[in-house]
Structure formats: C-alpha cells, structure tokens
Antibody, heavy 117, light 106 residues
Framework: QVQLQESGPGLVKPSETLSLTCTVSGYSISSGYYWGWIRQPPGQGLEWMGSTSHGGGADYNPSLRGRVTISVDTSHNELSLRLRFVTAADTAVYYC??????????WGPGILVTVSS | DIQMTQSPSSLSASVGDRVTITCRASQSISTYLNWYVQKRGKAPKLLIYSTSNLYSGVPSRFSGSGSGTDFTLTISSLQPEDFATYYCHQTYSSPQTFGQGTRLDI
C-alpha cells in the first residue's frame, strides 16, 4: 500500500533553512497526483504549505512569503521541502501527503521540527 | 484566502450520541470540502471527500452534506474511537485552507 515517511533534522537554528524529505513507497510519484506539505504547530491547527506534481509547477501558500520550495525527485520517489529563514514560529509537526483527486488520502506520520538556538 | 470556520470548537458527547459539526466557508467553495479526523499524536486521516463521499474503509455512521458555504459532518452513533479532533478542508481555491478544528470529548 501507499506509505509516506518524513525525515530530516528535528532541530534547526533560527535564520537557517529547514530541509525535509518525504520518501514514498507503494506508488510512483511520476504516475500522477499532487504531493504536498502540511504543518501543525504544537497544540494548533493544520496549515497547508504547498504542493507540486511530478510535472512541476508548484503552488505555495502566500503566507510563507516566498520562503518555501517544494520539489519532487522521481528517481528516488521523494518529495522535498525547503523553508528558508526559519523562526520559532516555524516550530511544528510537518506532514507530507498525497492529494488524490479531491483530498489528501495518504499522509506520513509527521516529523517534529523545533526552531531554536 | 478562503476562511473556514468550524463550530463548535469543542463538544462533549457520549457513546451512542448523534453529533453534527458545522464548517462555514467565507465564500462559496461549491462542494470542494473534505473532512479529516486526527487523534492525539497522529497524522490526520481522510473521512469524507467532496462534501459527501465516504473514503474507503470509513464506517457508514459518518456522513457529510452541504454546498456553497455551509457544510456538516454527522456521526450518527458515536463510538469510543470517534473521540478526536475533526478538521474541514477546502480545495476550491489556493491557498487550500483548513478549519480550526473541532475537538470531540467524552
């Protein structure tokens, strides 16, 4: 079955770049659908960060003010997230997900990233 | 951005109760509305997509309805495993947005 798994550092210093990878198994990213990142600050709700497809053309949440890049690596069947100039407000659990025809039908378990010096 | 407002923000209920959660969009989103459930420390799980379509494996006690700006999620008979937080989510326009969540407690 389709599985997603986030990986990356759990601690990032302020003003640095947060980089995460989402490894997809059970489905080839190049076969279709959109792939995105959603985050959740501790004790808060969900925020859509952006998404992309294997064909490129990423769509981002303007609230992230141009700090975010989402891309896919079809050779490794991975999705990546880069968030630049992080602050404490970027501390959150980060989820990757597959957006089927209508909704996010598969999610990774999430990874907590803390921004702190 | 389209704002999604859920009500109530929290709700206390008992096993066997019928529960309705409402989600209101700040503008029309047709039927581009999904519902997820999230348990503490876990990733959200898809319950209903496109307003009223039950996702594979989701029990039939869950149902959704609505269109335009007003949507509801109904649980016909609460089970112990249903006590969790529920989120609505619109994919009508970018940026996609979620409701603030409804916490369902015993």
């Amino acid at each position: 079955q389709v599985q997603l798994q986030e990986s990356g550092p759990g601690l990032v210093k302020p003003s640095e770049t947060l980089s995460l990878t989402c490894t997809v198994s059970g489905y080839s990213i190049s076969s279709g659908y959109y792939w995105g990142w959603i985050r959740q600050p501790p004790g808060q709700g969900l925020e859509w960060m952006g998404s992309t497809s294997h064909g490129g053309g990423a769509d981002y949440n303007p609230s992230l003010r141009g700090r975010v890049t989402i891309s896919v690596d079809t050779s490794h069947n991975e999705l990546s997230l880069r968030l630049r100039f992080v602050t404490a407000a970027d501390t959150a659990v980060y989820y990757c997900g597959r957006k089927g025809n209508y909704a996010y039908d598969y999610w990774g378990p999430g990874i907590l990233v803390t921004v702190s010096s | 951005d389209i704002q999604m407002t859920q009500s109530p923000s929290s709700l206390s209920a008992s096993v066997g109760d019928r529960v309705t959660i409402t989600c209101r969009a700040s503008q029309s989103i047709s039927t581009y509305l999904n519902w997820y459930v999230q348990k503490r420390g876990k990733a959200p799980k898809l319950l209903i997509y496109s307003t009223s379509n039950l996702y594979s494996g989701v029990p039939s006690r869950f149902s959704g309805s609505g269109s335009g700006t007003d949507f509801t999620l109904t649980i016909s008979s609460l089970q112990p495993e249903d006590f969790a937080t529920y989120y609505c989510h619109q994919t009508y326009s970018s940026p996609q947005t979620f409701g603030q969540g409804t916490r369902l407690d015993i």
